[in-house]
């Protein structure tokens, strides 16, 4: 476990944890806007996050967010910039740890256990949590075969040769890349296109079979063509892996999310989510104005 070298220690009512993540330390009241939230485990690959505030030295970004990704499914996170949409992504595979100055408050679990329980090692966590960014990054020189498979060798996970061919095959098909790469897998992954790259990326992601698959626009860099493509491969990803997206673009989360959490962070206050539920819902008939306004597009 990473342990911070720099948390802020806050002895007042709403403030943050001492050292990280010290279990008994992270628990801060439920705050209202996670009314509503559904509950429990559910299926299988079902993430939940629980009061999760943050901080970036004394600086609170985000407030006791608590939200349910249910297994299976393809949850978009939406609000305006810097409203910790990715520092909340960040916390839910412990990658916000990796931060010198920053601090955790409240709990993320996947199917009930405690991602941040001391006895989870960290390689275990990213393995079952998987992480595809904004820019797409495959080791440039590697093959593309060694790309996907790159992370078996970091999850210390060993495979013969035709174990390991078969994962590739089946990892590209699923990441809808295969038919575009079966006949140069010894080429190097930089000398991809940035969508087929993101597709790798991808395919490197599902080679040690995560349960979740966390996405931080990962469509941002890419023509409409290539957005089509992960758009589609994410529909065929989700029933098998459950998908969390961080995306600015509206028809995308109309197009590819069950759920939808809507974020915001008004006012210089920290992060929390105003609204979430059934994508269908939040689009047409959104509870909260802030909502309504946002995905019309009336502000952020
Ligand atoms: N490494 C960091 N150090 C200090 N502050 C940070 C760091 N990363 C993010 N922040 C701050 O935390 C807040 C939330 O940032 P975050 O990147 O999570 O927002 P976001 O919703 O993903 O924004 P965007 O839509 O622009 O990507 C912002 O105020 C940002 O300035
Ligand atoms: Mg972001």
Redesign the pocket.
């Known amino acids: 476990m990473t342990e911070m070298a720099e948390s802020p220690i806050d002895t007042s009512e709403d403030g943050p944890i001492g050292t990280w993540p010290g279990p008994a330390a992270r628990t801060e009241p439920e705050a209202p806007a996670a009314s509503g939230a559904p509950t429990g485990p559910g299926t299988p690959g079902t993430l939940e996050a629980r009061a999760i505030s943050a901080w970036?030295?004394d600086?609170k970004?985000?407030d006791r967010v608590s939200l349910t990704m249910p297994g299976g499914r393809v949850t978009a996170l939406i609000?305006?910039?810097?409203?910790?949409?990715?520092?909340?992504?960040?916390i839910l595979n412990r990658m916000h740890e990796l931060?010198t100055?920053?601090a955790l408050a409240g709990e993320v679990l996947l199917d009930g256990s405690d991602i941040y329980d001391p006895a989870i090692r960290l390689t275990e966590a990213r393995a079952r949590i998987g992480m595809v960014f904004q820019k797409p990054n495959p080791f440039p020189g590697m093959s593309i075969y060694d790309n996907v498979t790159a992370g078996l060798k970091l999850t210390g996970t060993r495979r013969n040769r035709s174990e390991q061919d078969d994962i590739v095959e089946s990892c590209l098909t699923r990441a809808g890349l295969w038919n575009e790469v079966s006949d140069r897998l010894k080429q190097p992954g930089g000398a991809l296109s940035g969508g087929q790259q993101q597709r790798l990326c991808i395919a490197r992601s599902l080679a040690v079979r995560p349960e979740v698959l966390l996405m931080?626009?990962p469509c941002s860099a890419l023509d409409p063509t290539s957005t089509n493509r992960i758009e589609e491969t994410i529909r065929e990803l989700a029933s098998e892996v459950t998908i969390v997206i961080?995306t600015?673009n509206m028809q995308q989360a109309s197009r590819v999310s069950d759920r939808c959490a809507f974020?915001l962070?008004s006012a210089g206050t920290p992060?929390r989510i105003v609204e979430h539920g059934p994508t269908e819902a939040m689009f047409s008939r959104p509870r909260d104005q802030r909502t309504s306004d946002y995905v019309n597009g009336r502000f952020g």
């Open positions: 970036f030295g600086r970004v985000l609000g305006p910039s810097g409203c910790g949409k990715s520092t909340f992504l960040r931060v100055s920053a931080d626009e961080v600015h974020f962070a992060g």
